[in-house]
């Protein structure tokens, strides 16, 4: 079945680093890729999203690209601020079902 | 306006209890979804459903149910509370489109079962 792999957290960060978020994926056919944005007390929202091979998602100074070759969609920014502390979902969207399938979450943190 | 709204925000409820969390979307999406999300932000379907089909994770316990008045409400029905169901429910939406689309997730009900 479909299924998501990203890198276990949490990730700490000093403000203006460099951010990666590593993001795998297993899917037949050929997916939606998303990354979910959660912030603290809050429900999930959509950050980026990419629909086909070579797609880059970006918003907010985020950025992901859809990679079959290597089934990866990772997250990057170039300078993460304070604000952007939260955890971070990879997920996939699939022709064979309508049900979006997670990754377990990334928590990040970025101290001042 | 809320595109997705779940009621209450917080529930505090003894163990043994029956309860329900209410979630509408006025987004007129055909699917909408439950999650469960433990103490370490691990999101787990609990259901989805569209107005053909009902789908149910089978670990999920009978004592949870989802109740569908019409197409822009799915309630969560939980029957006999344990302490183990202390998490945060989110309910979701998305236009049944094959899973391309992305997911409306509302502000989550945190349940405490004591």
């Known amino acids: 079945g479909d299924s998501v792999t990203q890198m276990e957290g949490p990730v700490t960060l000093s403000e203006e680093a460099f951010l990666t978020i590593n993001c795998t994926y297993t899917?037949?056919?050929?997916?939606?890729l998303f990354w979910y944005v959660q912030y603290p007390g809050e429900g999930l929202q959509l950050l980026l999203k990419?629909?086909?091979?070579?797609d880059k998602g970006s918003n907010k100074g985020f950025e992901a690209t859809y990679r079959k070759e290597t089934t990866s969609f990772h997250l990057e920014k170039g300078s993460v601020q304070v604000s952007d502390s939260a955890v971070y979902f990879c997920?996939?969207?699939?022709?064979?079902?309508?049900?979006?399938?997670f990754g377990r979450g990334t928590s990040l943190i970025v101290h001042p | 306006d809320t595109a997705v709204s779940q009621t209450p925000k917080y529930l505090v409820t003894q163990m043994g209890n029956d309860k329900s969390i209410k979630c509408e979307q006025n987004?007129?999406?055909?699917?909408m979804y439950w999650y469960k999300q433990d103490s370490k932000k691990f999101l787990k379907i609990m259901f989805s459903?569209?107005?053909?089909?009902?789908?149910i994770n089978e670990t999920v316990p009978n004592r949870f149910s989802p109740k569908s008045p019409d197409k822009a409400h799915l309630n969560l029905h939980i029957n006999s509370l344990e302490l183990g169901d202390s998490a945060v429910y989110f309910c979701?939406?998305?236009?049944?489109?094959?899973?391309?689309?992305?997911?409306?997730f509302g502000q989550g009900t945190r349940l405490t079962v004591v």
């Open positions: 899917a037949t056919g050929y997916p939606s």
């Open positions: 987004l007129g999406h055909d699917t």
């Open positions: 459903y569209n107005n053909k089909e009902l789908i």
């Open positions: 990419a629909t086909k091979a070579d």
């Open positions: 997920a996939l969207g699939s022709g064979g079902s309508y049900i979006p399938t």
């Open positions: 979701a939406s998305s236009q049944d489109d094959g899973g391309g689309t992305e997911a409306f």
